[in-house]
C-alpha cells in the first residue's frame, strides 16, 4: 500500500510542477494561432 500512495503523491507533485509549463506554452500557441488567424482572414 507504501507504493501506491508514493506513486499517487508523485504524480500530484508532477502535475504541480507542470501546470505553470503547460499555461506557458498554451498562451504562446494561442497567441500564434491569433496571428496567424488574423493574417488568413
Do not use: Q
Not at 12 to 19: G, K, N, Q, S
Amino acid at each position: 500500500m507504501k507504493e501506491v500512495k508514493r506513486i499517487m503523491v508523485a504524480i500530484i507533485v508532477a502535475l504541480f510542477l507542470a501546470v505553470p509549463y503547460l499555461r506557458s506554452r498554451a498562451k504562446n500557441s494561442f497567441a500564434k494561432a491569433g496571428k496567424n488567424a488574423r493574417k488568413v482572414a
